[in-house]
Structure formats: C-alpha cells, structure tokens
T-cell receptor, first 114, second 112 residues
Framework: DAGVIQSPRHEVTEMGQEVTLRCKPI?????LFWYRQTMMRGLELLIY????????DSGMPEDRFSAKMPNASFSTLKIQPSEPRDSAVYFC????????????FGEGSRLTVL | GNSVTQMEGPVTLSEEAFLTINCTYT??????LFWYVQYPGEGLQLLLK?????DKGSNKGFEATYRKETTSFHLEKGSVQVSDSAVYFC???????????FGKGITLSVRP
C-alpha cells in the first residue's frame, strides 16, 4: 500500500526564492492536512482540505504561504518569497472521514532557507 | 481554546525500565485523545487512542487511560525497548471539526 507521498524530501534554497512542496495523499482519503514542525514551536497545523476544498487556513503564517488542492490526489504548499525562518520540516497527512482522528503522515519535506 | 500540555523532555531510560509520559489537556466538550509516535526520519503514526472517559487505548505494549476528572491521558509502558526510542506526541480532537491539536512532543531515548 502506498502511503502519503511527499516531495522533495530535502530542499535547500536561498532567501527570496520560491519553494513548492508536493503531496499525494492516500487514495480514497477525503481530508488532507499540511503541518509544519520546528524545534521551537513543535507541530503546527497550517491548513486542511476536505474533498479538495480548503476548510481552515488560520494556521497559514502569512501571505507568503499558499496551498492548493486541484484534485483528490495532489496538493501543493508554496512559499514565495522564502525566508530563513521558514526552515522547518513540512508534513502532509491525509485521513478518511470526519471523526476518526487517525491521520496518516508522509515522511516530510525538510526545508532549509539560507 | 483547545490545548495539550506534555511533560518536558528529553527522557532517557535503560532497556526494560518503566515508562510514564504525562499529558494533560484543555478542551471544550468531550474530546477524543491520541498518542502519536515519530521514529527518526519518519512521519508521525498513530500509536493509540481513546474516545471517551475511562477508555483505555493500548498498542505495542503501550497504554493510556482517558481520565476526565484529571483531564489527563498519560502514556505508560511496563518495559521499554531500544526500538521504542522516538518522539511521542499527545493530541486531541474536539468539536465538530477534524483537526488535531498536538502537544510539543517528547523525545524518548532507550539505552541498551
């Protein structure tokens, strides 16, 4: 069974560059979540989608961040322009149904902004 | 709002030692509670859950009991192994939405 697939696994970029992180959720799952993990702030929910529609983006830090889900099998998280404080591990997770609470996480994308 | 508080880490134990990781929560209504584990270089995965008061979740020798009176969901294991070395996150889901609120996580290292 394919799990949640994220790419790239590692990204090193310079301040000011655009960064695009990609996620393929588990087939059949109807919820998709983007999280950011840092030592200082722990795990933060950025945004989540239900049936490709953004439901709650209150965790998106600022306008430099945007997320899309054009279809049920693909989502992107874009940072433009990137800043050093965006350095973190970004996780995508998916789940099926509203009330399970069981999220399936990808292996994460480690972003370093120099 | 909803929040989860975990004990400060890291925690280092010898193999076969008893483990307790504390977790307390604040939530409106009656939340569902979860423990997730993150092994090195991997994403989080669900370890166990409890959906109502006095429920006990268990998996892989780990247990946690949903205590409404103390708003706690402490994780325990009677005899830890080196392979249990990981980061452990307590989480809750409350209300009508589907998002989880996570604690900050605690790193467990088990020495042979």
């Amino acid at each position: 069974d394919a799990g949640v697939i994220q790419s790239p696994r590692h990204e090193v970029t310079e301040m000011g560059q655009e960064v695009t992180l990609r996620c393929k959720p588990i087939s059949g799952h109807d919820y998709l979540f983007w999280y950011r993990q840092t030592m200082m702030r722990g795990l933060e929910l950025l945004i989540y989608f239900n049936n490709n529609v953004p439901i709650d983006d209150s965790g998106m830090p600022e306008d430099r961040f945007s997320a899309k889900m054009p279809n049920a099998s693909f989502s992107t998280l874009k940072i433009q322009p990137s800043e050093p404080r965006d350095s973190a591990v970004y996780f995508c997770a998916s789940s099926f149904g509203k009330n399970t609470g069981e999220l399936f996480f990808g292996e994460g994308s480690r972003l370093t902004v120099l | 709002g909803n929040s989860v508080t975990q004990m400060e880490g890291p925690v280092t134990l010898s193999e076969e030692a008893f483990l307790t990781i504390n977790c307390t929560y604040t939530a409106t209504g009656y939340p569902s509670l979860f423990w997730y584990v993150q092994y090195p270089g991997e994403g989080l995965q669900l370890l166990l859950k409890a959906t109502k008061a006095d429920d006990k979740g268990s998996n892989k020798g780990f247990e946690a009991t949903y205590r409404k009176e103390t708003t706690s969901f402490h994780l325990e294991k009677g005899s830890v192994q080196v392979s249990d070395s990981a980061v452990y996150f307590c989480a809750l889901r409350a209300g009508a939405n589907s998002k989880l609120t996570f604690g900050k996580g605690i790193t467990l290292s088990v020495r042979p």
